[in-house]
């Protein structure tokens, strides 16, 4: 290799180092602050090229897009634990005798995340530095927040649409702690993930769901046998008034049946004597002679068988 082409690619080497030295770029999703001698200098930096003293500059970037802190799960002693939903009372039943067990002052499991923004890169930069200690910082401010909405509120609120409004009040605090400290970011979002009892407290309270709703069941037992024994005592009563007004019925009607017998048997007599007594005759030795295997003791001058002599 010659000389002169070793000199000029040494040069265009110089001079890509000292280009890399002078100019940086800025990516569309960053932001940056060029620091002298580690202490910021002129406004923030948006995308494009953009030059800096070499050696003695220095570049610093930040994302500008939302960002994630993500806590561990951590014990929350929210005001009330309202172990069974109060559900709408139906027809015919009392509102005490819905289930409804509460705790109150217990932990729960809770588990949030939050979305924020860097609006103000040079605060950030003096309050924070990096995104691990905004993280950091962002958890503690987080779990304080969470910590004073939730104790005032219930696990019911948690688990209903009530939770919007929770999640609102906790943003509203993450953000006045955020400003009133300075920190150059925004917090756009709160979000609760999860909500659950804990081990301990999930044992116990299973424990006393059941007692309950044994309690419950023993009680509902003893109302329904109670009614049962009211429907039967009724149904009884109303069984042997029944059968006494059918028998005094039964009497009446009876007795009006014999009274209208009597009286046509009568009104037959007295219209033809010797007729009825002839019909009344033929009956009585139709219905005894209609077996052949009757047999008659009578004596020759009975009156069963006068109608026989005038033949």
Do not use: C, W
Request: aromatic share 6%; charged share 30%.
């Amino acid at each position: 290799m010659n000389k002169p082409l070793i000199i000029i690619l040494a040069t265009i080497a110089i001079g890509l180092i000292a280009a890399s030295q002078i100019f940086f770029i800025v990516d569309q999703r960053e932001q940056a602050i060029v620091l002298q001698l580690g202490q910021p200098i002129g406004d923030v930096k948006g995308p494009g090229l953009h030059t800096k003293i070499p050696i003695i500059q220095d570049v610093r970037y930040f994302d500008k897009r939302i960002l994630s802190v993500d806590p561990e799960p951590a014990q929350v002693v929210i005001s009330s634990i309202d172990i069974a939903p109060i559900p709408e009372p139906v027809e015919g039943e009392d509102s005490h005798d819905r289930p409804n067990i509460n705790v109150t002052g217990e932990p729960i499991i809770l588990d949030t995340f939050a979305r924020y923004k860097i609006v103000d890169p040079l605060q950030f930069l003096k309050t924070l530095g990096t995104i691990r200690s905004a993280n950091s910082r962002l958890e503690n401010i987080l779990n304080d927040a969470t910590r004073a909405e939730l104790g005032k509120t219930s696990l019911k609120q948690l688990l209903s649409p009530a939770r919007t409004g929770v999640m609102r009040d906790i943003l509203s605090r993450v953000n006045s702690n955020t400003k009133k400290d300075n920190l150059g970011i925004e917090i756009i979002d709160v979000r609760i993930v999860r909500a659950d009892l804990t081990s301990e407290l999930r044992t116990s309270t299973v424990r006393r769901m059941i007692s309950e709703l044994k309690e419950r069941a023993t009680e509902t037992r003893a109302k329904g046998e109670e009614q049962a024994l009211k429907i039967s005592s009724t149904a009884e009563k109303e069984r042997t008034v029944i059968i006494a007004e059918a028998q005094r019925d039964s009497s009446v009607l009876k007795g009006e049946g014999d009274k209208e017998a009597i009286k046509v048997y009568a009104e037959a007599f007295n219209k033809d004597k010797e007729f009825y007594s002839f019909m009344r005759s033929m009956e009585a030795y139709s219905k005894t002679l209609a077996n052949p295997e009757t047999q008659l003791i009578l004596s020759p001058d009975s009156e069963f068988f006068k109608h026989f002599d005038n033949q």
